[in-house]
Every structure is written in C-alpha cells, then in structure tokens.
C-alpha cells in the first residue's frame, strides 16, 4: 500500500515537474488567484468556506454521494493537494492515509492542517468506556483503531475545529488574517446557538435512548445531550454487523418502548428498514453529515441545515415536548 501510494507521488511530482519545466501547456488548469484550500469531509469544507469569504477559494475532495471511510486519494487528488496552500483534514482515524502522503508532499507552500488536533478523543463503541486526549505522554503502543472520528457532531468540537482551521487560514495568508478571524468568529457564535437549539429541544423528550441502525456515527452528539447511544455496528460505515448485533438491538428497541429507529445517509436503509419492521417501529433519516448527497449539493446545503434537519428528526424520534 505504501509503495503504492509513494509510487504515485513520485509519478505526479515528475509530471508536475515536467510540466512546470515546459512551462504549464496549453489546456492545464489556470493558475488561480488567491489561497487555495482543499478539504477532505463535508463539515471541513462548509466552515473553511465560511472562514474564507471571498478571500480564498475551497473545494472539496471527497465527490459528492461517496462513502468517506474507505475513500482513498485517487492521482488526481494527490496533485490538488499538492497544488493548494492549506489542506485540511479531519483526524487520523477518519483519514489514515492523510498520515501516508504527508511525507511524499514536497511542496513548499503546503500547509496542512489536522482540524482536530484540538479535541479530545473518546474510544467508538457502545460501550464508550474512557477518555483520550491527544497527547506526547501518550503509549505508542495503544490501539487508535477504536477513536471514534466523528468529532463535528458535537458543537463545541466543531467550534474547536474551526479555530484550528482558522489558525491554517492566517498562517498560510497573514494579509487577510482580519477577515478570516471576523468570519470564524461569526461560524463560532452560530455553533453555539446551535448548541443551545439542540440543548432546549432535546430537554424534555420522552426517551433518552438514541437507535441507531447505521456505523457509529452519533456517540459524541449522544454524550453531549446526555442520550444513551444504541447504533448497529462499529466506527467506519464498512464495518458489517453480526447476526447477534442486529438481534441485540431489535431486543433493545422492542423494550425501550420507541417508536423508530433511526437510519443513516449515503447507505442502503433496506437493512435498517428490516429491523425496524422485526421490531415493528418507524424508520427516520439522521444525517452524519460526512458528506454531502448530489442532491443536497446542488442545494447548496449547509452543515447548519443538515443539523437543523436530523433536530427535527431526533424530536420526532425521541418524543420531544410533545411531538
Ligand atoms: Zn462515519
């Protein structure tokens, strides 16, 4: 996989040196004005534009509709990347090949920002057994696998997320500096009001247990509303559930009493669906928001209107103040 992977990066920095040797030809991409910044997951890419203004242009890497835990940079990705000036990403256990290409990029003017690196773990599972802080008194030893990587879906991390985004924006372009603090300042007050949204909906509803027929994707959002998470299978959207997992949860959901589960975007529901029908309840959307639907992008759909939506949801689902 490594070879692989370093095999492609010497390929593309001989094109590109080929190409800047021979002077950009004719059809290649225009230089454009302005920083360059490329991010990887949906929540990245809507607050780096947020934070940008029209100071920066953003793009995204991951194609619309694609499952982003088994996505793996293509060549052409690689040479976005390597062309930008900020590249931002979520953490390791989100994006482990991000770690493998950091070494075969050369560029110079490449700045590539962990938005996480301000936040503090908690291991995935139902379980959710301890803490974990990034840190240097760290074991090397210990097994990252189990760190759950959906850290955007508690607000104040997300709010921690955008300061570290920000910190790329000023590093990589001082001159703008004032617009990107003023804008991240702005993203941060509405990450809060957000917060206190779900924090007032969330306080009366008639069920605190949170069903999940999906990866576990809601366990950090769970813990900050104190909702106790029930999802199907593990971490990333790949892992498959066994027979005894999928019985486990029907049992849990015929004797809570609720009266949906919830299902995930970017999968098939049929599997969802099934469940819910053993355990004769309602099926309702929840979005991770790991990336966006073609639909949805079209839209121009935010992170805040994919939250707005999976509130609605979770009252419906939870029997929230009457609903
Ligand atoms: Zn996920």
Redesign the pocket.
Known sequence: MKVRIVGIVVIIFSCCAALFLSGCKKGEEKPVAGLQVVTTLFPLYDFARTIAGDKAQVTMLLPPGIE??TFEPRPEDMIRISRAGLFVYTNKY?EPWVEKIITGIESKSLRIVNAGERVTYRAGGAKDEHDHKEGAEHDQHHDHKGMD??IWLDFANAALMVDTILDGFIAADPVNSGVYHQNAETLKKRLIALDLHYRKELSSCSTKKLLHGG???FGYLARRYNLEYHALSG???DSEPSAERMAALVREIRSSGAKYLFAEELLSPRLTETLAKEAGVGVLMLH?A?NLSRDDQSKNVTFFDLMERNLLQLEKGLQCRGK
């Open positions: 982003p835990h989100m990587p959906h990866h576990y994707t971490i990333s959207s991770g790991h």
